[in-house]
Protein backbone atom coordinates (compact mmCIF):
# COMPACT_ATOMS: atom_id res chain seq x y z
CA UNK A 1 0.00 0.00 0.00
CA UNK A 2 1.71 3.28 -1.03
CA UNK A 3 1.14 6.93 0.49
CA UNK A 4 -0.81 8.32 -1.84
CA UNK A 5 -3.24 5.47 -1.12
CA UNK A 6 -3.32 6.03 2.76
CA UNK A 7 -4.07 9.45 2.41
CA UNK A 8 -7.24 9.40 -0.39
CA UNK A 9 -8.32 6.63 2.63
CA UNK A 10 -7.92 8.78 5.59
CA UNK A 11 -9.23 11.89 3.95
CA UNK A 12 -12.61 9.85 2.74
CA UNK A 13 -12.87 8.79 6.20
CA UNK A 14 -12.34 11.70 7.64
CA UNK A 15 -14.87 13.29 5.18
CA UNK A 16 -17.34 10.38 6.24
CA UNK A 17 -17.11 11.07 9.84
CA UNK A 18 -17.62 14.66 9.39
CA UNK A 19 -21.12 14.23 7.23
CA UNK A 20 -22.08 11.64 10.36
CA UNK A 21 -21.44 14.55 12.63
CA UNK A 22 -23.54 17.05 10.47
CA UNK A 23 -26.40 14.59 10.63
CA UNK A 24 -25.75 14.16 14.49
CA UNK A 25 -24.84 16.93 15.87
CA UNK A 26 -25.60 16.56 19.29
CA UNK A 27 -24.12 13.70 19.58
CA UNK A 28 -20.90 14.80 17.85
CA UNK A 29 -21.06 17.50 20.87
CA UNK A 30 -21.55 14.35 23.59
CA UNK A 31 -18.72 13.16 21.86
CA UNK A 32 -16.24 15.72 21.61
CA UNK A 33 -16.99 16.41 25.64
CA UNK A 34 -16.08 12.73 25.91
CA UNK A 35 -13.42 13.17 24.70
CA UNK A 36 -11.64 16.47 26.41
CA UNK A 37 -12.88 15.19 29.66
CA UNK A 38 -11.08 11.83 29.16
CA UNK A 39 -7.77 14.17 27.32
CA UNK A 40 -7.66 16.09 30.05
CA UNK A 41 -7.82 12.71 32.59
CA UNK A 42 -5.06 10.92 31.01
CA UNK A 43 -3.02 14.35 30.78
CA UNK A 44 -3.80 14.85 34.06
CA UNK A 45 -2.20 11.20 35.43
CA UNK A 46 0.76 11.39 33.10
CA UNK A 47 2.07 14.81 34.70
CA UNK A 48 1.59 13.83 38.27
CA UNK A 49 3.33 10.59 36.88
CA UNK A 50 6.05 12.72 35.60
CA UNK A 51 6.37 14.51 38.79
CA UNK A 52 6.79 11.75 40.59
CA UNK A 53 9.13 10.51 38.50
CA UNK A 54 11.51 13.89 38.17
CA UNK A 55 14.65 13.01 41.09
CA UNK A 56 15.13 16.57 42.33
CA UNK A 57 13.38 18.34 40.94
CA UNK A 58 12.27 21.97 42.00
CA UNK A 59 9.10 22.71 39.64
CA UNK A 60 7.31 19.50 41.09
CA UNK A 61 4.80 20.81 43.02
CA UNK A 62 4.04 22.93 40.49
CA UNK A 63 3.46 20.27 37.89
CA UNK A 64 1.51 18.21 40.87
CA UNK A 65 -0.98 21.04 41.09
CA UNK A 66 -1.21 21.12 37.42
CA UNK A 67 -1.60 17.36 37.11
CA UNK A 68 -3.98 17.12 39.84
CA UNK A 69 -6.24 20.46 38.49
CA UNK A 70 -6.44 18.71 34.73
CA UNK A 71 -7.25 15.28 36.17
CA UNK A 72 -10.15 16.87 38.79
CA UNK A 73 -11.54 18.52 35.40
CA UNK A 74 -10.88 15.36 33.38
CA UNK A 75 -13.24 13.66 36.27
CA UNK A 76 -15.70 16.53 36.22
CA UNK A 77 -16.31 17.04 32.39
CA UNK A 78 -16.95 12.92 32.33
CA UNK A 79 -19.23 12.64 35.44
CA UNK A 80 -21.08 16.17 34.00
CA UNK A 81 -21.53 16.05 30.33
CA UNK A 82 -24.01 18.72 30.01
CA UNK A 83 -22.42 20.92 32.07
CA UNK A 84 -19.40 20.20 30.14
CA UNK A 85 -20.63 20.89 27.28
CA UNK A 86 -22.21 24.30 28.62
CA UNK A 87 -18.97 25.14 29.82
CA UNK A 88 -16.84 24.19 26.69
CA UNK A 89 -19.08 25.98 24.50
CA UNK A 90 -18.72 28.76 26.62
CA UNK A 91 -14.92 29.08 26.46
CA UNK A 92 -15.34 27.99 22.33
CA UNK A 93 -17.50 31.78 22.16
CA UNK A 94 -14.93 33.55 24.25
CA UNK A 95 -12.55 31.74 22.34
CA UNK A 96 -13.85 33.07 19.02
CA UNK A 97 -13.87 36.72 20.46
CA UNK A 98 -11.09 37.16 22.21
CA UNK A 99 -9.05 35.83 18.85
CA UNK A 100 -11.43 37.64 16.42
CA UNK A 101 -10.89 41.19 18.22
CA UNK A 102 -7.17 40.33 18.41
CA UNK A 103 -7.07 39.56 14.63
CA UNK A 104 -9.05 43.11 13.82
CA UNK A 105 -6.17 45.01 15.93
CA UNK A 106 -3.60 43.42 14.37
CA UNK A 107 -5.08 43.95 10.91
CA UNK A 108 -5.11 47.47 11.69
CA UNK A 109 -1.45 47.81 12.32
CA UNK A 110 -0.90 46.16 8.61
CA UNK A 111 -2.80 48.52 6.91
CA UNK A 112 -1.78 48.93 3.16
CA UNK A 113 -0.81 45.51 3.03
CA UNK A 114 -2.17 42.23 1.81
CA UNK A 115 -2.87 40.63 4.65
CA UNK A 116 -5.28 43.74 6.44
CA UNK A 117 -8.42 42.47 4.17
CA UNK A 118 -7.48 38.56 5.21
CA UNK A 119 -7.32 39.85 8.86
CA UNK A 120 -9.99 42.54 9.55
CA UNK A 121 -12.63 39.79 7.22
CA UNK A 122 -11.25 36.46 9.35
CA UNK A 123 -11.18 38.82 12.53
CA UNK A 124 -14.97 39.92 12.08
CA UNK A 125 -15.83 36.23 11.23
CA UNK A 126 -14.93 35.13 14.18
CA UNK A 127 -16.70 37.86 16.46
CA UNK A 128 -19.44 37.27 14.40
CA UNK A 129 -19.59 33.48 15.45
CA UNK A 130 -18.66 34.47 18.77
CA UNK A 131 -21.77 36.71 18.70
CA UNK A 132 -24.05 33.65 17.34
CA UNK A 133 -22.75 31.19 19.84
CA UNK A 134 -23.53 33.23 23.22
CA UNK A 135 -27.02 35.17 21.42
CA UNK A 136 -28.39 31.80 21.10
CA UNK A 137 -26.84 30.49 24.47
CA UNK A 138 -26.99 27.71 25.93
CA UNK A 139 -29.24 26.34 23.66
CA UNK A 140 -26.32 26.37 20.88
CA UNK A 141 -24.38 24.47 23.42
CA UNK A 142 -26.20 21.44 21.96
CA UNK A 143 -24.72 21.36 18.91
CA UNK A 144 -21.86 24.06 18.08
CA UNK A 145 -19.07 21.73 19.71
CA UNK A 146 -20.32 18.66 17.07
CA UNK A 147 -21.21 21.23 13.90
CA UNK A 148 -17.25 22.35 15.06
CA UNK A 149 -16.04 19.27 14.78
CA UNK A 150 -17.88 17.98 11.99
CA UNK A 151 -16.37 21.34 9.57
CA UNK A 152 -13.04 19.83 11.43
CA UNK A 153 -13.69 16.82 10.09
CA UNK A 154 -14.91 17.86 6.88
CA UNK A 155 -11.67 19.96 6.32
CA UNK A 156 -9.08 17.96 7.20
CA UNK A 157 -10.40 14.96 5.21
CA UNK A 158 -10.40 17.39 1.37
CA UNK A 159 -6.92 18.42 2.96
CA UNK A 160 -5.62 14.45 2.76
CA UNK A 161 -7.08 13.93 -0.22
CA UNK A 162 -5.55 17.17 -1.69
CA UNK A 163 -2.04 16.36 -0.12
CA UNK A 164 -2.42 12.93 -1.93
CA UNK A 165 -2.65 14.61 -5.25
CA UNK A 166 0.75 16.84 -4.85
CA UNK A 167 2.05 13.76 -3.65
CA UNK A 168 1.18 11.74 -6.39
CA UNK A 169 2.02 14.76 -9.03
CA UNK A 170 5.62 14.91 -6.95
CA UNK A 171 6.03 11.30 -7.82
Not at 25 to 33: R, S
Not at 47 to 59: E, I, S, V, Y
Not at 140 to 158: C, D, F, K, P
Request: aromatic share 10%; charged share 5%.
Amino acid sequence: MNSRFLWVALGGLSIIAGIFALMNPLAATLTVEQLTGWSFLFLGVLLLWAAFRAPGWDGRAWVMLLGLAFSVLGVWLLARPMAGIISLTLMVALVFLVSGLFKILISFALRGTVAFWMLLISGAVSVLLAVMILGNFPAAAATILGLLLAVELISSGVSMIALAGTRAAAD
